[in-house]
């Protein structure tokens, strides 16, 4: 092609200059429509619907706004995952299992597929799916001191998600530690974390016989 050639529009690389803001309870986020409906099939759909009169919409300095009903650490750290592609690397790099189970949590929610994916290899590391890798498991991914909330909010996370088969060995974790912390942190973390009491109790119930029999 030579210069005097009209130049050709390469659409998968073409984005348009619009932003939106994201909303998560008392935190904003301002990010590129265009780019967040290449990533995710569930804002594309969002975006492409009918949307009411200007005056009617919410918008923040002349910019429309998006409610979502999700933890805002959830939300910020799946978005970084979206628009910074070094912040969540695949293993063996580093990163937070909070981190990790928010952004597990919203790529199944919003239909990012390789956020998904990515953030269960992560899980594989630490949740084996046989004796031989729980024996020789090293943590070379996620953090060593992780926190006994986040392990708990694992289980739950892995049912949300139908990652069923980190459940074993994440209720194996779970077992080895006193029965009094494990019931402390799910009632009094669980419920502020952003997700449904109720369904963790259940998870628990089932868990405490389990714990016993290891005593």
Request: charged share 25%; glycine share 4%; net charge negative.
């Amino acid at each position: 092609m030579s210069t005097d050639d009209p130049p050709q529009r390469a659409d998968r690389l073409w984005f348009t200059p619009d932003v939106v803001i994201i909303r998560a309870q008392s935190r904003v986020f301002q990010v590129f429509t265009a780019i967040l409906k290449q990533k995710s099939s569930v804002f594309a759909d969002m975006f492409t619907m009918p949307q009411p009169p200007p005056a009617d919409s919410e918008t923040m300095d002349g910019v429309p706004v998006v409610t979502v009903h999700d933890e805002p650490a959830q939300m910020e750290v799946f978005l970084r995952a979206i628009f910074d592609s070094e912040f969540f690397m695949p293993p063996p790099a580093e990163t937070r299992i909070g981190d990790t189970l928010g952004i597990l949590r919203l790529a199944h929610k919003y239909d990012v597929p390789y956020l998904r994916r990515r953030a269960l290899q992560h899980l594989d590391c630490i949740y084996p799916t046989d004796l031989l890798g729980y024996d020789s498991k090293v943590e070379p991914t996620l953090d060593r001191d992780v926190p006994l909330a986040d392990r708990l909010l694992s289980v739950g996370i892995a049912k949300e998600v139908d990652a069923l088969w980190l459940l074993p060995a994440a209720y194996y974790d779970m077992c080895r530690w006193p029965l009094d912390r494990l019931l402390g942190e799910s009632l009094s973390l669980l419920p502020s974390r952003g997700f449904e009491a109720h369904s963790h109790r259940g998870s628990f119930t089932r868990l405490i016989p389990r714990r016993k029999k290891m005593e």
